[in-house]
């Protein structure tokens, strides 16, 4: 065979781990890989992108509902830095992205080239793994480390750069093989010891009252059987982080929904301080989900479980630690107690009463403020249009800001599984229309949503013709209100009402959307709202809705540090 290029050879890397998408931007240096991708014959499709950080959150999206590593592209200089606000919420949400660099020429390098940037130094932070390859022999490894990286143990961000030169030169073809196993995630799971599931299971049969708090890993670990088994067997109580809604059905009698300082409310938060011990699975126990550490109480004894032992007794004392897949893990917890079943703990502690009066209290507030004809329209009733029209397959991605608190909190759930994104590590604006356009990509046929508030569509507004190039048929709802809504509500709750520099004029989003070739709705009576989005989610190409709404400062949020 004869020797390719450096650039062919990471087409043909590409090309074996089964890439089918490739999001990304052109620049100078990537005109060896984009003659690569136009003259080899593959079945990857680029996708061009107008923004860089949209490409990143498209391979975000794309990867957390495909179970497959998403890749993204992008050109030296500013190109490599636009891409890093995707890398770093992929890495720090345990998502596989790969993010591929040109770069200027390696003999070119402290000569200062335009473009020139210290890639490696800049990625390594922010990645789990990260390489800029000096030799082309060096470009299969980097893609065999990047995969693997990605793929096992805690699933993470990578980047390789490619400096120009390299791209040009000859690799050797033998050296284009990769490690069967490696093209999806998790690539390889490992339980804890025997002794360690059977003391965790033995304190959790010893609860009188056990209640699981679970984060994405259990979405990304495919537990949610086992789940619904062990929590069913227990009659214990499944809350769950923002990133872990979907781990049971959120009309499984026993899921008490999203708990936390973000999508939590009053009811929820009674639902932890409930618990003589609380279980996390798959999630960090982080300062959102615990409202700063406060819920669960220091005082109650924790099981955790996660693939990373990093994130264990990092904020809590911890009885039982389980480092673990969650998947596998559950299963032995269940046989555990199936076995052991005689041991439970016995008391008038009854799971399924306790979420069936937290979920009464949470949505009969919910439906009274959803049922309410006033202007600006309330976001409840945008999420109860919204609960209506959607198919129970639909993924819902929502942006920070107004959607994403309303969204974790009100919008149901109807079957386990990840059909619910946001953006929660770093929580940058803009990522919701591009993480759902990569989400259709990933999940083909699938009703994709992308929920914004107006203050991110001003991030995002050159994906529409992305979208429009494309034909990918999205959802889009703009939250519109005319402010940055979370910084207002925040100065309104703690500083006194001084709003400083958080209001913007208003624009009317479906006119700009139109103009893109977007079907388009604004709404600003509740009444026609519900018509509007039954529309537009039968459009069956890209449509917008835009939604005169309540300013976030004005609302009842479903966020803890306003509401007491």
Known sequence: MDKLNGAEAAVRMLQL??????????????????????????????????????????????????????????????????????LVEANESCVPVLGITSDVPVLSRGRYPLTELDQEGLYRPLT??????????????????????????????????????????????????????????????YVAQASVIEAAGAAILRARAPVFICGGGVITSGAM???????????????????????????????????????????????????????????????TTTEHWKNPSRAIPIVHIDVD??????????????????????????????????QRARGDFDGKAVVASARKAKFDAFNQLAAETVRPIRPERIIAELDRVLP?????????????????????????GRHFITNRAHGALGYAMAAAMGAWYGRPGTRCVALMGDGSFGFCVGELETVV???????????????????????????GKRYFSVDFSRSD???????????????????????????????????LVDVIAQSLEEAAAPVLQWMG
Not at 392 to 416: F, H, K, M, W
Not at 471 to 495: C, E, F
Not at 533 to 542: D, F
């Open 509 to 543: 989003h479906a006119r700009i959307a139109e103009a893109y070739g977007v079907k388009s709705w604004r709404v600003d009576d509740p009444a026609r709202l519900g018509d509007a989005i039954r529309q537009a989610a039968e459009h069956g190409a890209p449509a």
């Open 309 to 342: 032992p990093a994130v264990i007794s990092a904020n809590y004392e911890t009885a039982h630690a389980v480092v673990s897949d969650a998947r596998l893990a559950l299963e032995a917890l269940l046989a555990f107690a199936q076995a052991n079943l005689s």
């Open 128 to 189: 789990k793994w990260n390489t800029v390859c000096d030799r082309p022999e060096q470009i299969p490894q980097a893609f065999r480390s990047a995969f693997r990286e990605m793929t096992t143990g805690r699933p993470g961000a990578t980047h390789i750069g490619l400096p120009f030169d390299i791209m040009k030169q000859a690799v050797d073809p033998a050296e284009l093989w990769v490690q069967p196993g490696h093209d999806c995630y998790p690539a390889s799971r």
């Open 392 to 416: 129970n397959d639909a993924i819902v991605v929502a942006d920070p800001g107004t959607p994403c608190p309303y969204t974790s909190a009100y919008y149901q759930l109807r079957e386990p």
């Open 17 to 86: 781990y089964g890439v089918r998408h490739v999001f990304g931007l052109c620049g100078d240096t990537s005109l060896p890989f984009y003659d690569a991708l136009y003259t080899m014959e593959h079945e990857i499709m680029h996708v061009l992108t107008r923004d860089e950080r949209s490409a990143a959150y498209m391979a975000d999206g794309y990867a957390r509902v495909s179970g497959r590593p998403g890749v993204c592209e992008g050109p030296s200089g500013g190109g490599a830095t636009y891409l890093i606000p995707g």
């Open 469 to 495: 190039r494309h034909k990918v048929p999205l959802l889009m709802i703009v939250v519109s209100n005319s402010t940055y809504g979370w910084i207002k509500a925040s100065q309104r709750a703690s500083y």
């Open 225 to 287: 059987d086992v789940l619904d088994k062990l929590a069913t067997l227990l009659d214990a109580p499944v809350c769950t982080t923002v990133s872990g809604k979907g781990s049971l059905s959120e009309q499984h009698p026993l899921c008490a929904g999203v708990v936390g300082a973000n999508g939590g409310v009053v009811a929820t938060r009674e639902v932890v301080q409930q618990a003589d011990l609380v279980i996390f699975i798959g999630c960090r126990a982080g300062s």
